[in-house]
């Protein structure tokens, strides 16, 4: 079992900054790969970033390339989500999740957080 808990939420001007961060625990949460998604009212939960258990692979959804970026820590056990340049659209619930079989998709991931508001203001 792993557990995860994000935190960083908040409420920014539309191109102001925030880092999310996401603490996995359990023994074997460094052996996961950690994925970032987010979901706003009304609306399909969606693919925002993941990086791999090694920390050498990084994927993104095309609408954040170039100004979000995933990272773990050495430990593997922390993800962060560093969000630049953020727009009225990336505001949602982001949450975030663990898992073994692939990076890009919701189902590759079996262990979810509770999320994360973000709230990008024009």
């Known amino acids: 079992q792993v557990q995860l808990r994000e935190s960083g939420g908040g409420l920014v001007q539309a191109g102001d900054s925030l880092r999310l961060s996401c603490a996995a625990s359990?023994?074997?949460?460094?052996?996961?790969?950690m994925g970032w998604f987010r979901q706003a009212p009304g609306k399909e939960r969606e693919f925002v970033a993941a990086?791999?258990?090694?920390?050498?692979?990084?994927r993104y959804a095309d609408s954040v390339k170039g100004r979000f970026t995933a990272s773990r820590d050495n430990a593997k056990t922390t993800m962060y989500l560093q969000m630049n340049s953020l727009r009225p659209e990336d505001s949602a619930v982001y949450y975030c999740?663990?898992?073994?079989?692939?990076?890009?998709?919701?189902?590759?991931?079996?262990?979810w957080g509770q999320g994360t508001q973000v709230t990008a203001s024009s």
């Open positions: 999740s663990a898992g073994t079989r692939g990076l890009g998709r919701d189902s590759f991931y079996d262990f």
């Open positions: 359990g023994r074997t949460a460094s052996t996961y790969n």
């Open positions: 990086v791999s258990r090694s920390g050498g692979t990084t």
